[in-house]
Each structure stands twice: as C-alpha cells, then as structure tokens.
C-alpha cells in the first residue's frame, strides 16, 4: 500500500465566494495492486459488487433520461437572457472583475435594458 497526496483550495462555498480562500490537503492510501487489495478487508463481496453494478447502471439510465426529458428546458435556458447574463458575469470575473463590477457591466447592455423594458 502507498500513500498519496491532494490538494484543493475553496474559494466559492453555496455559490458565493471565501474571502480569504481556504486551502487544504491531505493522504489516501492506495492499493498497489489487484492482489493487495483483494486481500484487503476493503475488498467487496459478490453481493456488493452486484449493488455496485445495479447502482451504476440505475444510476446512468436516469442521467441518461433526465438528460432527454429536460433537452427541451436546457435549449430553452441556453436561449435565455438569464444564461447570456451569466456568462457575461462568469467571463467578466475570469477577466479579473469583482462580481459586482461584472454584474454592473451585464446589466448595462442594450440587451439588459431590452429585458427590463419588456419585463
């Protein structure tokens, strides 16, 4: 068995951002090989590894129906002032804007006072 590290920085927690950010790290440990673990009290049973495989594959058909039941919802969204918006604001931020001055700028674009007007 190894040990491994990681690493991660929090700087947004409920969509809004850690002022200052929080960084963290840590160690796993890691089997080496199939025979290592197998030999392990980690190891699954038969029984576990068919909950495993069931689980896996429920899991993917309703992502995979969700996906088709909402395809209508998703253009619909992708078409809307409320999704351009947010990525003007996301991009805004990604150039270095705080979010304020990045929602300022959204909202005043000509497509921003189209949808108050229309509101």
Do not use: C, H
Not at 29 to 37: G, I, L, P, R
């Amino acid at each position: 068995m190894k040990q491994v590290t990681f690493e991660g920085t929090v700087d947004t927690y409920a969509s809004k951002p850690v002022d200052p950010p929080i960084k963290y790290s840590g160690t796993a440990d890691q089997y080496e090989n199939v025979s290592e673990a197998k030999s392990s009290e980690d190891w699954l049973g038969e029984s576990e590894i068919l909950k495993t495989i069931n689980t896996k594959k429920l899991t993917a058909a309703k992502a995979g129906k969700y996906q088709e039941v909402t395809k209508t919802l998703k253009a619909a969204y992708e078409n809307s002032w409320e999704y351009k918006r947010k990525n003007m604001v996301d991009s805004a931020i990604a150039m270095g804007l705080d979010r304020a001055s990045a929602e300022a700028f959204a909202d005043s674009t000509p497509e921003a006072a189209k949808q108050k007007s229309a509101a």
